[in-house]
């Protein structure tokens, strides 16, 4: 049984992931590998001097792992919700337990509709639909959240690893009973 599944690796839910296994919950990773960021190239992502969209997400695939997160290529095609706890089923058949979910599909609501989540009308030019979220990145299906363009913010890499943190900083906050903070000092 996993803390929490995050679907979706592109920079919001890479970025999640490794807030929440640096934070020690049992974190899995299930990407499908369609994300739009690897047709980027940023030039715009604050603190990096020019970085593709690929070699963004890959470092940011190996950052989570580092702590402990797994990855699995895999198209999840629903979440069975009962009492706390989610069953997330996927494309091969697989199926993984976990008490917590954080929505990072970037444009693609599909799997947020099918399990019942509210979809409003997206805001940022070319987002169509988004899933409807409070400040803290929850949605109406309790257990479950939502970050990132999916989310509704603004589709930018650093906006949406930003949404991707602030979402996992939420979930780590709940479950540890207390707010949480993630800071490393420099070694002297
Ligand atoms: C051509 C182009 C150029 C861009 N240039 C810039 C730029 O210069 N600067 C900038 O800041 N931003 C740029 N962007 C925007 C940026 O790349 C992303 O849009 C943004 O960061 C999206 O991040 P995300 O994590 O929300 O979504 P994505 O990066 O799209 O990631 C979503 C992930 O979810 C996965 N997924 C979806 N559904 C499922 C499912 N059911 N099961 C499993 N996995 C699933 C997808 O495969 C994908 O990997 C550009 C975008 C494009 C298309």
Do not use: C
Not at 69 to 88: L, M, P, Q, W, Y
């Amino acid at each position: 049984m996993y803390d929490v599944i995050v679907i979706g690796a592109g920079p919001a839910g890479g970025s999640a992931a490794l807030f929440t296994s640096k934070a020690g919950k049992k974190t899995l990773v299930i990407d499908s590998n369609q994300s739009v960021t690897k047709r980027a190239w940023l030039d715009n992502h604050y603190g990096v001097d020019g970085i593709s969209g690929p070699d963004l997400i890959e470092v940011g695939k190996k950052q989570a792992g580092k702590f402990g997160a797994e990855f699995v290529e895999d198209v999840v095609t629903d979440i069975r919700s009962e009492n706390g706890k989610h069953t997330v089923v996927t494309e091969s058949g697989k199926t993984f337990e976990t008490a917590h979910v954080i929505l990072a599909t970037g444009m693609s609501v599909q799997l947020a509709e099918k399990i019942g989540l509210k979809i409003v009308p997206g805001t940022e030019p070319r987002i169509k639909s988004i899933i409807e979220v409070d400040q803290q990145g929850k949605t109406n299906i309790a257990g479950i959240w939502a970050a990132g363009t999916v989310a509704g913010v603004s589709m930018h890499t650093i906006i949406t690893a930003g949404d991707g943190a602030k979402v996992a900083i939420n979930l780590i906050s709940e479950l540890n009973g207390a707010r949480y903070v993630d800071h490393d000092v420099l070694k002297a």
